[in-house]
């Protein structure tokens, strides 16, 4: 890697505005990244004027501003959280720094580091890491869109924060495409780069059950084992867990601290 600090790229996930990702983002500026960018991709939020976004245009979406980022020379780590797991994945292709220096193209992505995301295996969905069944938080709207019941997603995405800085944030989320949790893998990106875990222990949205299938999915494809960093939290550790969570990014970003 580079001695010039790297891109840090987070891929948001689903139904999250990107300022949830401030307190993080904030830090690792403070911390000298030049530049650290949270990807929203099609799928959060309505779009009226067209169909909901599937989760290969959210995967198109990232390629494109991350092949922007490495055309301009930037080294980059991923940090795709969530369900941001399935399309980070998926936009992979091609992407890798190695893969670049063989065409002759500079920049591209060393490593990824997935938070409490949502990875299956290639021909897989979300539902093979998640169940079929709709989680008691999240409804059906008619018109193709999912929204979050702003209690019980507090409690459950923001479940090691007081409550009422919870709900405060659950008010917030947007709606997201019902069809984007349909998508199969279709190429495991994961296998290009070094890949690194934020694990953390008392989620209950991607439960450690879930997350455990995740990085045996990934150690399975790659024949590499994941780097994994553990923390006593919540599925959102951009608020609840800070320092740490802007800690471990450094970390595998190459940095000693």
């Given at each position: 890697?580079?001695?010039?600090?790297?891109?840090?790229?987070?891929?948001?996930?689903?139904?999250?505005?990107?300022?949830?990702?401030?307190?993080?983002?904030?830090?690792l500026k403070s911390a000298g990244y030049?530049?650290?960018?949270?990807?929203?991709?099609?799928?959060?939020g309505r779009r009226d004027s067209e169909?909901?976004?599937?989760?290969?245009?959210?995967?198109?979406?990232?390629?494109?501003?991350?092949?922007?980022?490495?055309?301009?020379?930037?080294?980059?780590?991923?940090?795709?959280?969530?369900?941001?797991?399935?399309?980070?994945?998926?936009?992979?292709?091609?992407?890798?720094?190695?893969?670049?220096?063989?065409?002759?193209?500079?920049?591209?992505?060393?490593?990824?580091?997935?938070?409490?995301?949502?990875?299956?295996?290639?021909?897989?969905?979300?539902?093979?890491?998640?169940?079929?069944?709709?989680?008691?938080?999240?409804?059906?709207?008619?018109?193709?869109?999912?929204?979050?019941?702003?209690?019980?997603?507090?409690?459950?995405?923001?479940s090691d924060m007081p409550f009422e800085?919870?709900?405060?944030?659950?008010?917030?989320?947007?709606?997201?495409?019902?069809?984007?949790?349909?998508?199969?893998?279709?190429?495991?990106?994961?296998?290009?780069?070094?890949?690194?875990?934020?694990?953390?222990?008392?989620?209950?949205?991607?439960?450690?059950?879930?997350?455990?299938?995740?990085?045996?999915?990934?150690?399975?494809?790659?024949?590499?084992?994941?780097?994994?960093?553990?923390?006593?939290?919540?599925?959102?550790?951009?608020?609840?867990?800070?320092?740490?969570?802007?800690?471990?990014?450094?970390?595998?970003?190459?940095?000693?601290?």
């Amino acid at each position: 890697m580079s001695t010039t600090k790297p891109a840090i790229v987070i891929i948001a996930g689903s139904f999250t505005p990107a300022s949830f990702y401030d307190p993080v983002v904030d830090k690792l500026k403070s911390a000298g990244y030049p530049i650290v960018d949270v990807i929203v991709f099609p799928s959060i939020g309505r779009r009226d004027s067209e169909p909901p976004a599937t989760m290969y245009d959210d995967a198109n979406f990232i390629r494109a501003r991350v092949e922007k980022l490495a055309d301009e020379g930037h080294d980059m780590v991923l940090v795709p959280h969530s369900y941001g797991g399935i399309p980070a994945s998926e936009s992979m292709k091609g992407l890798a720094k190695s893969q670049r220096e063989t065409q002759g193209k500079r920049g591209g992505v060393v490593k990824m580091l997935y938070v409490a995301a949502i990875v299956p295996a290639v021909g897989e969905l979300s539902s093979s890491i998640m169940g079929d069944k709709t989680a008691d938080y999240m409804q059906v709207e008619d018109d193709g869109y999912l929204s979050l019941k702003p209690e019980e997603s507090a409690k459950a995405c923001f479940s090691d924060m007081p409550f009422e800085e919870a709900l405060k944030l659950a008010k917030q989320w947007p709606q997201h495409s019902a069809v984007s949790f349909g998508g199969a893998l279709a190429y495991a990106g994961y296998k290009d780069v070094p890949v690194s875990w934020l694990y953390m222990e008392k989620d209950q949205v991607v439960k450690p059950a879930s997350q455990d299938l995740c990085i045996k999915n990934i150690e399975k494809a790659s024949g590499k084992s994941v780097d994994v960093h553990k923390l006593d939290g919540g599925h959102f550790p951009f608020q609840s867990r800070v320092d740490e969570t802007t800690r471990i990014i450094r970390v595998v970003a190459g940095e000693n601290v």
